[in-house]
């Protein structure tokens, strides 16, 4: 039950004013109160909208004060000035005014036909019974049908003067203008007027008095949606709701119409105490001005002038037409069929340009003249066109003709399009081609054929002659000849004005570009694609070399004779089966002339047959030469005389190996032999060198015994004589060794004797040595022949006591001829020549071998007494090594010699010819223990300067190495790892040179150094890391898009660029490290620079998260890879190997010639084509939205594919791995 605010007025209440308000009812009363009570309490306070029952549905509640039909109360509400009105009144009042007045008097008479309509109306007007409340309507509404609709007719059959179009901006002024006049006008509504107009809304229209909605509509929205999901019992529930709530808003919208329509009459506004409504968003509309009534009667006017198409010579033309050329065609279909099939190319060529020909002739002999004639026997039909003197102008009869042009040009058109018609059914009747199965059945071809064409044989295929190319020429030149032989047809003004010149006195007819001229000829070449299958696939290893190489494979392999056999067979027999197929093969477009074809596979065949026996004659010639051969050398290489024991030996064994094993071998290759033979008499003609082979072969097997005896005798007798030579050749050798033996006892009792003499001791010890060493040859050789014969090897034991005994007195003689020599040189000779180091280590290496010597030679006095002279001599030399070591000391100064003279007490300045006499002169050895410190500082300061003069001497020839940047000028550094090493190690050593306490003579010149090295070696790595930063963001920055994208990091790299080329192209002029890497200032701008790239790598890395973060597929992509994609924006084709990484089923796009993607491909080549083609020339220059777009049409395609039960049905277990 509703509550009444106790605020109301009667201003809330019903309509009737007079009427009071019900009072409450007592509290005796029952707690329910009636229905016709809450009723009227209802309505009191919300009258209502619509009568609650009525003869109609949706009848507003003001209709039951009035007596109206139906008609009377529809839309009565939008010219509330004729809402009174009713129609039978109306009728009565348009009764009189039917009157029927010719189009043209009513323009005349215009103001009088005006006027007598007028009159009767408003009398009529006045003898109907209205009411005086409704005057001021019925007022309104005789003014709006005294405006007789012929008045309008009249009026508007003149043409006023055309108002100039309004701007948009000025009919955008005019509607704001009216829309805040009608916001002036009309109040904004209270909270009340929104509270009750929402009640109204919702409870002032029963859904019963609605008509509901058609099921034409659902049928039209369920046509808009895929029919698997409104079949989906996953949707279903969704469906269900969204159907309701269609439903809902269809009610919702028409009752909010039915309210604002009632809300229309401010009567009804006045009881539903509903002062304002809401206004309706404005909805603003610009038009273009529509001037085109004059342009309508320019129209009507030139057609009247102009058209011609109604002119009674174009019937007289068609009927021509259709009486005796409509069955004319260019190509007659049943004439060729009806004719000799199959053509050979030029016939069939020769008869299309004959029919061709014909039709043109009728064309122009017969059909052009007869027009002709015609338009001469009804020149009164045109002849008014024509000028009629000759200063008017002919352009009528020119507009005529041409329209005639036209029509006749189409009636050429419709034999051309006819002609190509037929000339497709033609073609069309070998539609089915020849996709035959096998086996191919002569009797399925029954329909003649059109061509017939020969097949050849072009290794290594079958070629057709003509081509299949040739033979599609031939057809689509039979379409161009129909079109060819259709133009330069005169028109017929050319016969009836022979005087009349120009380039355009001919009919037009089909251009060869025309789409229906392409769509004959795609459907003809259609049916000639059907028809290329060829028969002879069963013999295309005889064309395409496989045959050839399995007989290849067979040669290469070894088979037995029986192999041979079988495979020629199977040749012959391949051969037969060739040689009895068809000459001729009917198939369904095409006959094949298969004669040429069939004898050359029959000859590769026999070729293949014929190279099988080929190889047999020529493996038995190359055997049986071999055999034959190996006969000879072995006859021969028994029978040489031996030169010696080991050839003696050698041919004996070989004797014998022939004899036992080599023969029986020859003998199984003579069975071999026999049954190849036996082979070759059945399958091969055997040239008159090869019989005669044959026979020598199998005569050598008793020729070689016999050659064989023989031999054995003579080497027999050889072997005898060989061991008695050897018998005195070792009696010779023992004698020889016994004189060495002697010569070697004189050398026991020499002692001590001049130089000279000892020269020649040492002579004759060396002519012993050589004498023993050709003895030990000897001796081997000896061995060697007793093994080869077979005897007991010799010793010779006096041979190895000669060589042991020979060595002490060698080393003794040889020592004491050195020492007496050398000891003169070391002691005389200038000191700068002599090397103190080496001669040390020569005295001890004597000292020890005289030392050995006297040990061993303790037995034999006078070598003894020798050796310990000698090596006494050289223990007095050794006392000297010292004071060689101070003066022979490279490093010595004259510091140094200073500080010695400051000891010695006298000047000591060396020269040329200073030697070590001169030293021991000064007294050296008094003071050996003040002078050898002075002696080892030098050396430690001459070892520095050597160490430091060898590290510069090292840098002076070493340069960088640089290579050329990719295709330009630049230069880069390479191969820096030598020079790299070299700093370090250098660095190393001259920081240690600087902490020796010997460093004082050179250590500003070392310090300076370790500067420089140190110098040197911190540019080359600001240098490397600079040029290892600038190879990775050059290509990076030299792309316009991203530059564009990043300004501040393209600005600074601009910067860091201009340093790095100045510095390369200053490197380069001078390449040597030590002046390259030490340019003015270089150290500074590759600082800065790094500096200016660490900033530049942040924001690019920056950057390059943004891009992921976009497409978050580019995380499964490397920085490098991700830059080379965003800066390839002009070709799309660069991103293709990327797409591996980020998609992993997509191999690569698929693009048509105009860059566009059509489809995706996966690593198996596997093809799925998009259902919405992408443009990459819309996404800006950037990848970016291409990528994005074909991860989304891939999604939309695996979408479009599967529907969700049918992916589900045999993929179960992704839908348990999903939960």
Same mark, same amino acid.
């Given at each position: ?78 010219? $509330? ?19 029927? &007045? *010719? ?57 006023? *003067? ?11 002024? &005019? ?8 916001? %002036? ?7 009340? =007027? ?77 009881? $539903? ?10 909805? %603003?509309?610009?038009?273009?001005? &529509? ?35 409509? =069955? ?41 003249? !007869? ?23 002919? %352009? ?155 007989? !290849? ?19 012959? /027999? ?72 080991? +050839? ?9 190996? #022939? ?54 005798? $003579? ?40 130089? +000279? ?6 002579? /004759?010890?060396?002519? $012993? ?32 006591? &000669?060589? !042991? ?16 020599? /050398? ?130 001497? +090292? ?10 940047? %990719? ?102 002029? =001078? ?55 965003? #800066? ?8 293709? *190997?990327?797409?591996? /990484? ?11 010639? =105009? ?53 589900? #049905? ?10």
């Amino acid at each position: 039950m509703l509550e009444i605010p106790k605020s109301d007025s009667i201003h809330h209440m019903s309509r009737c004013q007079r009427r009071p308000e019900l009072p409450p009812l007592p509290a005796s009363a029952n707690e329910e109160p009636s229905e016709v009570y809450q009723t009227v309490m209802s309505h009191s306070f919300y009258p209502p909208l619509m009568q609650r029952t009525s003869w109609t549905l949706a009848a507003p509640f003001k209709e039951q004060h009035h007596h109206r039909g139906p008609s009377d109360c529809i839309a009565n509400n939008y010219s $509330l000035t004729a809402q009174d009105l009713k129609l039978k009144d109306l009728l009565k009042v348009y009764q009189p005014v039917t009157i029927s &007045v *010719p189009r043209k008097r009513v323009t005349q008479e215009f103001p009088s036909a005006t006027k007598s309509s007028a009159e009767p109306e408003k009398k009529k007007m006045k003898s109907l019974p209205i009411d005086k409340t409704d005057h001021t309507r019925t007022k309104s509404a005789h003014k709006t049908l005294t405006s007789s609709p012929r008045k309008k007719e009249v009026m508007t059959s003149e043409t006023p *003067p055309g108002s100039r179009p309004a701007s948009p901006e000025e009919q955008i002024n &005019v509607m704001l203008q009216k829309e805040m006049e009608i916001e %002036r006008k009309e109040a904004k509504p209270s909270k009340s =007027d929104l509270e009750r107009y929402d009640y109204y809304l919702t409870h002032g229209i029963r859904k019963d008095m609605i008509a509901p909605e058609e099921d034409e509509v659902m049928v039209r929205i369920s046509k808009l949606i895929p029919s698997t999901l409104l079949m989906s019992p996953f949707l279903e529930p969704l469906v269900n709701t969204l159907m309701e709530e269609k439903e809902s808003y269809y009610y919702n919208s028409l009752m909010k119409s039915i309210v604002d329509y009632i809300l229309m009459d401010p009567e009804e506004k006045k009881r $539903l105490f509903i002062e304002s409504t809401p206004r309706l968003f404005p909805q %603003r509309a610009i038009r273009a001005p &529509v001037p085109w009534h004059g342009a309508y009667k320019s129209a009507k006017k030139w057609n009247e002038e102009h058209l011609h198409t109604v002119n009674p010579m174009v019937l007289i033309l068609e009927q021509l037409w259709f009486e005796e050329f409509r =069955d004319l065609r260019f190509v007659r279909k049943a004439e060729l069929l009806a004719g000799k099939l199959p053509l050979q190319p030029q016939e069939y060529q020769d008869v299309i340009w004959k029919h061709c020909m014909e039709a043109r002739q009728v064309l122009l002999s017969k059909w052009i003249p !007869t027009c002709a004639q015609l338009f001469v026997s009804q020149k009164e039909q045109w002849i008014h066109f024509a000028p009629r003197s000759d200063y008017d102008s002919s %352009r009528n009869i020119e507009e005529f003709f041409a329209s005639i042009a036209s029509f006749m040009s189409l009636q050429l058109r419709e034999l051309v399009i006819k002609s190509l018609e037929d000339l497709v059914s033609f073609f069309m009747i070998h539609k089915d081609g020849n996709d035959f199965e096998e086996p191919y059945q002569e009797m399925e071809f029954f329909v003649p054929q059109l061509i017939m064409i020969k097949l050849e044989v072009s290794e290594p295929v079958i070629i057709f002659n003509p081509s299949f190319d040739d033979c599609w020429e031939l057809i689509h030149n039979s379409f161009l000849e129909i079109i060819e032989n259709s133009k330069r047809i005169p028109k017929v003004e050319s016969f009836l004005f022979p005087e009349l010149k120009g380039y355009n006195l001919v009919l037009g007819t089909v251009n060869p570009e025309e789409k229906l001229v392409s769509d004959y000829v795609d459907q003809a070449f259609q049916v000639y694609r059907k028809n290329q299958v060829g028969p002879h696939k069963k013999y295309d290893d005889l064309l395409d070399n496989t045959a050839e190489q399995s007989i !290849t494979a067979f040669l290469k392999e070894n088979h037995e004779i029986d192999d041979f056999v079988m495979k020629i067979n199977s040749i012959k /027999k391949r051969k037969n089966e060739i040689a009895s197929m068809h000459i001729s093969v009917p198939l369904a477009m095409f006959c094949l002339d298969t004669m040429a074809l069939n004898y050359d596979l029959c000859e590769r065949a026999q070729n293949l047959k014929d190279r099988l026996i080929q190889y047999q004659v020529d493996v038995n010639r190359d055997t049986n030469a071999s055999i034959c051969h190996q006969y000879s050398s072995i006859a021969e290489k028994v029978s040489e005389i031996p030169a010696n024991t080991e +050839e003696l030996v050698s041919l004996i064994a070989f004797l014998r190996k #022939s004899s036992d094993v080599t023969v029986f071998k020859l003998r199984r290759q003579l069975r071999d032999a026999a049954e190849r033979l036996e082979f070759l008499m059945d399958f091969a003609d055997l040239p008159h060198e090869d019989i005669k082979l044959n026979s020598t072969l199998f005569l050598w097997p008793d020729q070689i015994e016999d050659v064989f005896e023989n031999s054995r005798n $003579l080497l027999m007798s050889k072997r005898d004589q060989a061991e008695v030579d050897l018998f005195k050749r070792c009696l010779e050798f023992e004698s020889k060794l016994e004189s060495y033996n002697k010569e070697l006892e004189g050398f026991r009792k020499r002692e001590v004797m001049s130089t +000279e003499e000892m020269k020649n001791n040492v002579e /004759k010890l060396n002519e $012993l040595s050589k004498n023993l060493d050709q003895a030990l040859v000897e001796f081997e050789l000896i061995n060697k022949e007793e093994e080869l014969l077979g005897k007991e090897k010799s010793t010779f034991p006096l041979l190895q006591t &000669v060589m !042991t005994n020979k060595v002490p007195y060698e080393q003794l003689w040889v020592t004491t001829y050195e020492f007496s020599i /050398k000891s003169e040189e070391w002691m005389n000779g200038p000191l700068f020549v002599l090397n103190a180091e080496e001669i040390a280590e020569e005295i001890g290496n004597m000292w020890r071998t005289m030392y050995k010597l006297t040990k061993t030679l303790a037995d034999i006095p006078a070598p003894r007494r020798l050796a310990e002279n000698v090596r006494m001599k050289i223990d007095k030399f050794k006392q000297h090594i010292p004071i060689l070591n101070i003066s022979c000391n490279p490093g010595m100064k004259d510091r140094h010699w200073q500080q010695i003279s400051e000891i010695v007490g006298c000047e000591i300045k060396p020269t040329d010819t200073t030697c070590l006499a001169n030293m021991l002169e000064y007294g050296f050895s008094k003071f050996i223990d003040k002078l050898e410190p002075i002696g080892a500082t030098a050396s430690k300061e001459y070892s520095l300067e050597k160490n430091l003069e060898k590290m510069k001497s +090292e840098w002076v020839n070493m340069t960088f190495s640089f290579s050329k940047y %990719r295709d330009t000028d630049m230069s880069i550094l390479c191969a820096v790892d030598d020079i790299q090493l070299l700093l370090d190690d250098h660095v190393i050593k001259t920081q240690t040179m600087c902490g020796s306490p010997f460093i004082k003579p050179i250590e500003t010149e070392c310090r300076k150094w370790e500067e420089k090295l140190v110098r040197v070696q911190d540019t080359l790595d600001a240098w490397l890391k600079c040029q290892a930063t600038w190879l990775y963001l050059e290509p990076i920055f030299s792309s316009e898009d991203i530059t564009a994208q990043m300004p501040e990091e393209g600005r600074k790299f601009a910067i860091v660029d201009g340093y790095w080329k100045s510095l390369m192209s200053q490197a380069v002029k =001078d390449p040597r490290v030590l002046m390259a890497a030490d340019q003015p200032r270089m150290a500074e701008k590759l600082q800065e620079a790094n500096t200016l790239l660490e900033d530049i790598q942040r924001g690019l890395n920056d950057y390059l998260e943004k891009k992921r973060l976009f497409f978050p597929r580019f995380f499964f992509l490397s920085n490098d890879e991700l830059l080379e994609i965003l #800066s390839e924006t002009k070709d799309p084709l660069r991103v293709q *190997p990327h797409l591996k /990484k980020c998609f992993e089923g997509i191999a690569r796009l698929e693009f048509t010639d =105009d860059l566009e993607i059509v489809g995706m491909i996966s690593s198996e080549k596997e093809t799925v084509p998009f259902k919405q083609i992408i443009y990459p020339a819309q996404a800006k220059a950037s990848p970016l939205p291409m990528l994005a777009l074909s991860s989304q049409r891939a999604e939309q395609r695996q979408r479009h594919c599967f529907g969700l039960r049918t992916w589900l #049905s045999p993929w179960g277990g992704h839908g348990g791995s999903t939960a």
